[in-house]
């Protein structure tokens, strides 16, 4: 591997490190007391959970995560299920908690990390699993931010948005939160089951009204929004933030020498953040952290990490950029439904891929960043990270 790449690796590796679940609950679960039950979830609930319970081995815990990082944790039941799209072990998983939460007998601690969303499907009403998973995919390739697909989905679930509180009452709740959400919104991390919701019914039908989904999401959605009662008052809880994203910026800040960080983070769509990533980067190394959308126009592979990196090279092309390297990833280690975490380009990436017979152009139309990635061997892979603080790139410019 070349300098710069190596470079940039470290420099990402930094951030993630920076993000790390066991050490995040370690660190502040000395000052918490006990609880009667633990709930973790989310892509990094099993170490989290790991910190907690060396804190209080008898507690009895519940961890929810991907699979991916789904393995075994002694004095823990652990529950693997599916991310982004949702599936019926996750339902299974969402009964387990909601038991747990209704018979806990004194205070629970939540651990909660991004993924919880798709991980605890419990479908509200009448709905199914199948209506929350249809509306989901949608979403998905919605173009919307993530805080409002995440107020749509609270509305389509039992745990979301405040549930924990709800089933936990009158007892107690402290949750200790690694963000993966841009700006650290509470109530937007694993869609907030120990904050209030987002937002109403009403507010969920109007964004599925903008976003031209209305008419498009299953009968049985529309009905359950619609006839929606009241929203409820919800008792308190202690919510503490233990990561986030900017933490993560700032870690790759400092194992950088006169690095320069885009003080805003990087948000909206891949084409737009690509052209606002290169006006930012000088000479020397540019940082950032945020989360990008992509709406989705093909049936190709990839995410929005391996798609900003192409296009992204796109960018560094047009400007004749001519010695460069750059790093989008996601620090959970997974880009989309991937085995990718993003990609790493450099001034040689558009080359590599028409030398191997691919068109650029076609392959984002079709979004299928992650086969042109492929051919120019410019994928990053990294496995599961265990963690998971929205994403991070960097850009190491010297002509």
Same mark, same amino acid.
């Given at each position: 591997m070349n300098r710069p790449r190596a470079r940039a690796l470290r420099i990402f590796d930094a951030g993630v490190k920076a993000a790390d679940p066991y050490a995040a609950v370690a660190n502040?679960?000395?000052?918490?007391?006990?609880s009667a039950t633990i709930i973790a979830v989310g892509k990094a609930a099993r170490l989290m959970?790991? &910190? &907690?319970?060396?804190r209080f081995p008898?507690?009895?815990?519940?961890?929810?995560?991907?699979?991916?990082?789904?393995?075994?944790?002694?004095g823990a039941d652990v529950f693997a299920a599916g991310h982004p799209i949702p599936d019926e072990n996750g339902t299974l998983a969402a009964r387990a908690v909601i038991a747990a939460l209704r018979s806990a007998g004194g205070p629970v601690l939540a651990l909660i990390s991004g993924g919880g969303s798709a991980l605890l499907p419990a479908p509200a009403g009448q709905l199914t699993l199948a209506d929350k998973a249809s509306v989901n995919e949608l979403l998905?390739?919605?173009?919307?931010?993530? /805080? !409002?697909?995440?107020?749509? !989905?609270?509305?389509?679930?039992?745990?979301?948005?405040?549930g924990f509180l709800s089933l936990a009452a009158p007892h107690p709740v402290t949750a200790l939160i690694?963000? /993966?959400v841009v700006g650290d919104d509470l109530s937007a991390i694993a869609s907030g089951p120990t904050v209030a919701p987002l937002g109403t019914a009403a507010d969920a039908m109007a964004l599925l009204h903008q976003a031209g989904l209305w008419d498009r999401v299953p009968q049985s959605v529309r009905d359950?929004?619609?006839?929606?009662? &009241?929203?409820?008052?919800?008792?308190?809880?202690?919510?503490?933030?233990?990561?986030?994203?900017?933490?993560?910026?700032?870690?790759?800040a400092a194992a950088t020498r006169g690095a320069f960080v885009i003080p805003a983070p990087v948000e909206g769509d891949v084409a737009d953040a690509a052209a606002f990533i290169c006006d930012q980067a000088g000479l020397g190394?540019?940082?950032?952290?945020?989360?990008?959308?992509?709406?989705?126009?093909?049936?190709?592979?990839?995410? !929005?990490?391996?798609?900003?990196a192409l296009r992204i090279a796109i960018e560094a092309s047009l400007r004749g950029w001519t010695k460069w390297t750059c790093l989008q990833g996601g620090s959970d280690g997974r880009d989309g439904p991937t085995d990718a975490a993003g990609g790493i380009v450099d001034q040689g990436t558009l080359?590599?891929?028409?030398?191997?017979?691919?068109?650029?152009?076609?392959?984002?139309?079709?979004?299928?960043?992650?086969?042109?990635?492929?051919?120019?061997?410019?994928?990053?892979?990294?496995?599961?990270?265990?963690?998971?603080? &929205? /994403?991070?790139?960097?850009?190491i410019r010297s002509g």
């Open positions: 502040v679960i000395g000052d918490l007391e006990a959970a790991q &910190a &907690a319970l060396e008898k507690t009895n815990t519940i961890v929810v995560t991907n699979y991916e990082n789904a393995k075994a944790l002694k998905l390739g919605s173009g919307l931010a993530i /805080d !409002r697909m995440n107020l749509i !989905r609270q509305q389509l679930s039992d745990l979301k948005g405040g690694l963000s /993966d359950h929004l619609m006839g929606a009662p &009241a929203p409820a008052v919800l008792p308190s809880s202690r919510n503490i933030l233990v990561g986030s994203n900017s933490q993560s910026v700032a870690a790759m190394t540019t940082l950032w952290g945020g989360e990008t959308t992509v709406v989705l126009k093909g049936t190709g592979q990839g995410g !929005r990490n391996q798609e900003l080359q590599r891929i028409a030398k191997a017979g691919g068109d650029v152009e076609a392959f984002l139309n079709n979004n299928d960043s992650y086969q042109a990635l492929k051919m120019a061997d410019d994928l990053l892979i990294t496995g599961a990270t265990g963690t998971n603080v &929205a /994403d991070l790139g960097v850009l």
